[in-house]
């Protein structure tokens, strides 16, 4: 009896291995015919997160208009597309030079991307500006920049490309987020404040365009780390405090959101929220227990941050 159970493992691991590989694959075919021909805008394409959408939607035969506000990024970006795929199965990118926090020139961005195509079926908004530091050293004017570019900025476009949605019944809007949209952490007021509203306006916008068939979505991270940024190996502090912004702080890969992202599209999800346990905890315990959420995090407020730097 265990000669045969030792020989039925590796046939059952081999078998769940098997159907796996077979589940990954019918959910590309089913990713890539989910976008297949569908106009979609992706804001900041030359950010990590960016770049890593658009190639996944590239290749899942979207016709792309890139954004972003630098113009020799956005054409490195189209190179390393249109190096790589199949010109048969997929479409030139449309480039587009946008700085959100521009809100001036938001409006005139969003009519050309209609005048082009016709319509959008699918917008990501995934442009962010990121600040760090005390709340007394940061400026009145730089608070501003950060509302521009993570609300303002975002809700401009949105409601210049919805009411074409609208109109023909039919369109997706995508939110990138943070976790900072569901609870405030220490010495980034600014950016959080900007995440908490535009969680409020596409949770609003959600119930309000349901009746068109326009689909809402928001996909919140913790947060999106660099490509090469990895815990340093043998540097972990024994506190739990730190263990605790250790993990909300390296948070998980672009591909990883992208790839979200596109599931995200493909089920028209409402809402996703990507974190390991800490984080989703976090949120939990903000919600249940306010005062003991409170208590923690202003006991991890130790280090005094010197003047904050745009990321």
């Known amino acids: 009896m265990g000669v045969m159970a030792m020989l039925m493992l590796p046939l059952l691991l081999l078998g769940i291995s098997g159907l796996l590989f077979i589940y990954q694959e019918v ?9 297949q021909n569908k106009v979609v805008v992706i804001t900041d394409a030359i950010s990590g997160l960016g770049k890593e959408c658009a190639r996944v939607f590239h290749t899942g035969g979207a016709r792309l208009v890139l954004c972003g506000k630098n113009w020799e990024r956005l054409e490195n970006l189209y190179d390393a597309l249109t190096s790589v795929a199949d010109p048969r199965k997929t479409f030139t990118p449309k ?5 959100l926090a521009d809100i001036s020139c938001v409006q005139d961005v969003a009519k050309e991307v209609l005048d082009c195509y016709g319509c959008v079926d699918i917008l990501i908004n995934n442009a962010s500006v990121k600040v760090k530091g005390p709340v007394d050293k940061i400026s009145l004017e730089l608070d501003k920049k950060i509302m521009d570019a993570n609300y303002f900025g975002p809700i401009t476009l ?52 349901e009746e068109y068939d326009v ?5 919140s991270p913790t947060f999106i780390r660099s ?10 502090e024994s506190s739990i405090l730190k263990f605790f912004f250790r993990k909300l702080a390296y948070g998980v890969h672009p591909e990883e959101v992208a790839e979200e992202v596109m599931r995200t599209v493909r089920r028209k ?18 919600t249940f227990f306010p005062e003991f959420f409170f208590a923690v995090v202003a006991c991890g407020v130790k280090e005094k941050l010197n003047v904050p730097e745009e990321g």
């Open 27 to 35: 959910s590309r075919l089913w990713s890539k015919s989910a976008v």
């Open 95 to 99: 480039l587009v030079l946008l700085d």
């Open 158 to 209: 949105t409601k210049v490309l919805l009411p074409n949605m609208i109109s023909r019944r039919t369109g997706q809007i995508v939110l990138v987020n943070n976790i900072q949209g569901k609870f405030g952490i220490p010495f980034r007021t600014a950016y959080s404040a900007s995440k908490h509203a535009a969680l409020g306006f596409f949770d609003c916008l959600r119930a309000e365009v």
């Open 215 to 219: 689909v809402v979505s928001t996909v």
């Open 227 to 236: 490509y090469h940024l990895y815990p340093e190996q043998g540097n972990w």
């Open 269 to 286: 999800k409402q809402e996703v929220f990507m974190a390991n346990p800490i984080p989703k905890a976090a949120v939990y315990i903000r």
